[in-house]
Nanobody
Framework: QVQLVESGGGWVQAGGSLRLSCAAS?????????MAWYRQAPGKQRELVAA???????NYADSVKGRFTISRDNAKNTVFLQMNSLKPEDTAVYYC???????????????WGQGTQVTVSS
């Protein structure tokens, strides 16, 4: 079994910053897994925000390019999402995802975190 625990969400004004963290544990070799952040706003479809491969290649949604940065620390089994210049439309629950089938990058795997709320006010 794999466990993913997110942290770092909160409430910020437009233009502010937040840094999300996702720590992985369990029966996984973290360095061989693709990682990603997804988000879901009320009444809307879940969407990919950013993904990072085993070789640290990255994919970003067009709406967050230049503002968000995904990174990973394999020694700590942790993936991060640095969010700058936040906008009200970034408000959503953010979910961490792990895909042990790294060749499927950037498609999601079966392992999800519990989600962390990000609220951006204008």
């Amino acid at each position: 079994q794999v466990q993913l625990v997110e942290s770092g969400g909160g409430w910020v004004q437009a233009g502010g910053s937040l840094r999300l963290s996702c720590a992985a544990s369990g029966n996984i070799i973290f360095s061989l897994a693709a990682m990603a952040w997804y988000r879901q706003a009320p009444g809307k479809q879940r969407e990919l925000v950013a993904a990072i491969s085993v070789s640290s290649s990255t994919n970003y949604a067009d709406s967050v390019k230049g503002r968000f940065t995904i990174s990973r620390d394999n020694a700590k089994n942790t993936v991060f999402l640095q969010m700058n210049s936040l906008k009200p439309e970034d408000t959503a629950v953010y979910y961490c995802n792990l895909n042990p089938r790294s060749w499927e990058f950037p498609r999601p795997g079966d392992y999800w975190g519990q989600g962390t709320q990000v609220t951006v006010s204008s």
